[in-house]
């Protein structure tokens, strides 16, 4: 989208306003939005948007791709450019009401208190998984590191358990931080993390004698939920996206934000796949770290580097939650009780990921069920109704439609085959 000042079109950013009056209309918005502008930079935004999108997703692509088989891989793709799609969306939806500031306003813009209820579960439950789910991932890579350690509890509390209450209380400072700017510098590291960890494993490959001996199945069609609720899981960070576009200073360039960290996070993510998937077949874990013989060099640098990820992250993911939790207790101006809510948050994360410690099964249940609901069908949903749309026919419509019909396919039997997974599993143990 061009500057009004260059002589482009507003109605581009905003594609259901037309006519001069609606073009006028669109750049006094977009004036008073800027006027109410954050102070982060596009490349301190853009840091922020890659450390959120990111996500430890990137430990269980392997695993996504041995499940599904090599065709599987096209999924992702087709994941990547549906939800860079509805980040636009959501982008827009903000654009047309400059009294938008969060995803849960721009449910209430949509379908009222109702939308808003709906936008702020979805929205809220999964970043609260997503950063439960931290925990335990650093839990299961510090106990794969030094397994003797941790473990002075007896029955009470086991070594992965101690790991994970230790790095709960590790994060919980990054939380009291309630600056997008600050906490871009936290971003920034694990950006660098998510790089050095696929250099790591790379150079285990072809350094270390783990070598790419596996080829692997074409199409595993019993694994194909599993592959897609892992691949929708990589791309869950549109509740942060609000919080960005708000905290940036130059708001017209988010666009250019999202393509970036899409562009860049999706070569991550599909080079990490094939790496894990051919260095260790269908007998790849939900952590390709844990499979990594923890005697090499290589191997230490690529947990020790998976340990930076969450650290990072989990400030930023559940900024959205904290966000809304003081709006909801009033204590803006307080700030003892918003230092107590936050730790109290953090706590009750630590809580949930001692009681459910399964990784893999867990991001299967959060991408198929809270994903594609939050990063898919809801800001097709929340588009379409504020945008007024549905009141024509036409092509963008048609492709809204489908998207919505099959994130609902995959909504359900994506949950169906997490849940059954872990039922299973909780049998077995």
């Known amino acids: 989208m061009k500057p009004a000042e260059d002589g482009g079109d507003l109605s581009i950013g905003i594609p259901f306003l037309g006519g001069n009056g609606d073009n006028k209309e ?3 918005q977009l004036r008073r939005r800027h006027s109410v502008s954050g102070s982060t930079s596009f490349f301190k935004t853009c840091f922020n948007g890659l450390n959120a999108l990111s996500g430890v997703g ?4 392997p695993y996504a791709l041995s499940s599904g088989g090599w065709w599987s891989l096209t999924l992702l793709f087709l994941i990547a450019g549906c939800t860079y799609y509805t980040s636009l969306l959501i982008q827009r939806c903000m654009d047309s009401d400059t009294n938008i500031r969060s995803y849960p306003d721009i449910g209430e813009r949509a379908f009222g208190a109702k939308g808003r209820m709906i936008v702020s579960v979805a929205m809220n439950v999964e970043l609260y998984l997503v950063a439960t789910g931290f925990l335990i ?25 101690a790991f994970t209450l230790i790095v709960g209380l590790v994060v919980l400072p990054t939380v009291w931080v309630d600056n997008m700017a600050i906490l871009s510098y936290i971003s920034a590291t694990g950006v660098v993390a998510s790089f050095v960890l696929i250099a790591s494993i790379l150079w285990s490959a072809v350094f270390d004698g783990i070598g790419f001996h596996q080829q692997g199945t074409l199409l595993n069609t019993r694994g194909i939920p599993t592959a897609i609720s892992l691949y929708a899981f990589c791309y869950c960070a549109h509740p942060v996206f609000p919080t960005l576009y708000t905290s940036m200073r130059d708001q017209k360039k988010f666009s250019k934000v999202l393509l ?10 599909a080079s990490m796949a094939v790496l894990g998937y051919m260095m260790f077949g269908s007998s790849v874990q939900s952590q390709v770290t844990l499979n990594l013989p923890t005697n090499k060099i290589s191997s230490k640098v690529a947990i020790y580097t998976t340990l930076v990820n969450p650290l990072a992250k989990y400030a930023l993911m559940v900024s959205p939650l904290v966000n809304a939790l003081e709006r909801r207790f009033l204590v803006r101006r307080s700030r003892g009780l918003s230092v107590l809510i936050r ?9 949930v990921a001692l ?27 929340c588009y379409v109704k504020i945008s007024g749309i549905y009141v024509r026919f036409g092509g963008e419509l048609m492709v809204l439609c489908g998207i919505v019909v099959v994130g609902g396919v995959v909504l359900v039997i994506g949950t169906y085959t997490a849940l059954l997974e872990i039922v299973d599993h909780l049998i077995a143990s």
């Open 58 to 61: 990137i430990l269980s692509v």
């Open 260 to 269: 970036v960290c899409f562009v860049v996070c999706t070569v991550s993510y």
């Open 343 to 351: 730790t109290l948050l953090v706590g009750s994360t630590i809580f």
């Open 137 to 161: 991932l650093e839990g299961d890579n510090l106990h794969n590191l030094v397994p003797g350690l941790g473990g002075g509890g007896g029955d009470f509390i086991t070594g992965k358990q």
């Open 355 to 381: 009681a459910v410690p399964f990784f893999g099964y867990l991001m299967s249940l959060v991408g198929a069920f809270l994903s594609v609901t939050a990063s898919v069908i809801l800001p097709c949903l």
């Open 26 to 28: 669109a750049e006094y």
